[in-house]
């Protein structure tokens, strides 16, 4: 089990478990399966671009290498800023007291590209941070599942069917100028979307 989301709020601390929430979850899934003339499940499969090698499942993974062809462990690769620099791992905020600040606007929430839901269950909740999220206030938060060169910022609500962490990161609305053709349309856009209303 994950450590838990601890938020402090006015000296008080407040513990949540979470739960990713995922479209499969909320509304289930189906899966097509090929199968050959005789109702076997067919296998993925794929020729090399000389037509010499079959490959299949497991027999390729993804590899780090330098300029001179020499494989890199993923344990030495880092990050770097736009200037070259090295940037320091940020460890995981879970388990340790992140403090809220707000309340914020609703309206704040909707500059965030939101990358992760997470349902949270109260493990021990302060009595005034309740009574504030019931009232619809939103408050924000710094979050890192896992080590990473990037915190995210995530928002606390309460909605009718509990509480929600919701994760991302902050991004800068696009305005066009008067008269303006419209943006191109985003080619990875999926069928990923989560029915807020659910929420």
């Given at each position: ?9 006015m ?5 949540f ?6 479209r ?17 499940p ?7 671009d000389d037509?010499?090698v ?33 940037l320091?791992l940020?460890?995981?905020t ?24 997470y349902?949270l ?11 504030a ?12 599942y896992?080590?990473?060169?990037r ?37 990875d ?10 929420l």
């Amino acid at each position: 089990m994950a450590k838990p989301i601890v938020l402090s709020h006015m000296g008080a601390e407040s513990s949540f478990q979470l739960s990713k929430l995922e479209r499969q979850k909320l509304y289930g899934a189906r899966r097509r399966i090929p199968v050959d003339a005789s109702g076997e499940p067919c296998t993925r499969a794929a020729l090399t671009d000389d037509g010499l090698v079959l490959i299949t499942a497991g027999m390729t993974s993804q590899g780090w290498f330098d300029p001179d062809g020499r494989q890199v462990e993923s344990r030495d690769i880092g990050a770097c800023d736009d200037d070259g620099n090295a940037l320091d791992l940020v460890p995981s905020t879970l388990g340790e007291a992140q403090p809220l600040e707000g309340p914020v606007p609703a309206t704040e929430v909707l500059d965030l590209a939101i990358a992760s839901i997470y349902l949270l269950e109260p493990d021990n909740l302060d009595d005034q941070l309740a009574q504030a999220l019931q009232a619809g206030e939103v408050w924000r938060f710094r979050f890192n599942y896992r080590p990473d060169y990037r915190a995210e910022t995530a928002y606390l609500l309460a909605g009718v069917q509990g509480f929600f962490a919701l994760v991302g990161v902050p991004t800068a609305p696009r305005f066009l100028e008067p008269n303006a053709p419209p943006p191109p349309d985003d080619d990875d856009e999926g069928d990923d979307e989560l029915d807020f209303e659910m929420l």
